[in-house]
């Protein structure tokens, strides 16, 4: 009677912490989808309406076309993003680059920009990234003050040659991406 | 209804004149937030559900084999040795970012000796947003930069899979060259640094 007994707790309280495990990651998203995935959508949905109705997105357009219809034009993009002055202020919450992200899905969507350049133009708007999280991201991993010091500038500098790289390993990788018609 | 009230016959014509002219100004403007709106409920509606479900198995998954379980891997990456380049700015990267997610990601380098951490944080940050084609929940904040120009791709009518795939596989390269050059950087200037102190 006991070994049931105790088979029976056993098996009550795995099949608990199962569930408790899938309620709170249910919890954990509704909470994140809420409090990070929602407003953005929103202030994106904001954008692309502006981008569609008003003349903005002909101008935008104009302005985009001659960069992010070519490799030579994503380079460009690419090493602007990267530049240690600029990369920095581009940074924060990756917030200029999921803007750009958005007018060019736009662009390619009209059929402005190839779409199989999608993938490079991925690479070329965001060599910038973490560039303003240096510091705390160091800081994360428990990283030295003499550390971080020579750390940020290091990444910086680097990311001037692997910005525009990545560009090219994205371009020639996006080979048969989209080209079939 | 409109023989009820006798206006069978009845047309209304545009306003014209300067309140006409407000008027067109009032709908152009409302026009604006009714197209984003529109935007809105696709997102709503078509990735969000998805992304609920998908962001609910894989936390649960993450929570059930527990994210503890990587630290060896991190104590092995530490180790000097050509074998062990790919393993410090490829595997460990991704699956910190795929277990511990954008920010906790980056305290995996706390495993690392000093000289190799700028290395691991700007191999670890630039994957946060190449992964979220494929796993969103490793950050879940961001997902524009894909998501945008993914966007484009959809209205095209072609399928995400293989931009995604693509976008993934050309990120692990990309962190690793990226990984590789910044550990250059940073030992030739901790050695400088050190020349004249």
Not at chain 1, 41 to 62: E, H, K, P, R
Not at chain 1, 70 to 78: C, D, K, P, Y
Not at chain 2, 31 to 55: C, D, H, K, R
Request: charged letters at 10%.
């Amino acid at each position: 009677m006991n070994g049931i007994n105790a088979l029976l707790v056993k098996i009550g309280r795995s099949v608990g912490g199962v569930v408790g495990t899938l309620f709170q990651a249910g919890r954990e998203t509704v909470d994140t989808v809420i409090r990070n995935v929602i407003p953005f959508m929103a202030f994106i949905s904001f954008i692309i309406g502006l981008v569609l109705t008003t003349g903005i997105g002909d101008w935008i357009a104009n302005g985009i076309k001659g960069f992010a219809d070519s490799l030579v034009g994503l380079l460009i993009v690419s090493v602007v993003c990267a530049i240690p002055v600029l990369s920095p202020l581009l940074g924060p919450g990756a917030v200029i680059a999921q803007i750009v992200g958005t007018l060019l899905g736009v662009e390619i969507g009209k059929g402005n920009i190839p779409p199989q350049l999608a993938l490079p133009a991925l690479f070329a708007i965001n060599p910038q990234v973490g560039c303003d999280f240096i510091p705390v991201g160091l800081a994360l991993g428990e990283a030295e003050p003499e550390t971080v010091e020579i750390g940020v500038p290091a990444v910086l500098f680097s990311r001037l040659v692997t910005g525009p790289l990545s560009v090219v390993i994205a371009y020639f990788a996006s080979f048969g991406l989209y080209s079939s018609n | 209804m409109k023989k009820l009230i006798g206006l069978e016959e009845a047309v209304v014509g545009d306003p014209t004149g300067l309140w006409g002219s407000f008027a067109d100004g009032a709908e152009y403007f409302i026009g604006i937030f009714q197209e984003g709106g529109a935007v809105l409920l696709s997102l709503m509606g078509g990735i969000l559900p998805t992304l609920v479900v998908l962001l609910t198995a894989v936390n649960a998954l993450v929570r059930l084999i527990g994210p503890e379980k990587i630290e060896n891997l991190g104590k092995k990456a530490a180790q000097p040795g050509l074998q062990w380049y790919p393993v410090r700015y490829m595997v460990l990267p991704f699956l910190a970012v795929f277990f511990l997610t954008n920010p906790m990601a980056y305290t995996m380098g706390r495993f690392l000796p000093e000289k190799y951490k700028p290395a691991f944080y700007d191999s670890a940050v630039s994957y946060v947003h190449p992964i979220t084609g494929i796993f969103p929940h490793a950050n879940p904040g961001e997902l524009f930069v894909y998501l945008g120009i993914a966007a484009g791709i959809t209205t095209l009518g072609y399928g995400l899979g293989d931009l995604a795939l693509r976008y993934l596989l050309v990120g692990l390269v990309v962190i690793f060259i990226r990984g590789i050059l910044t550990e250059i950087i940073t030992t030739r200037m901790m050695a400088r640094k050190g020349a004249s102190a």
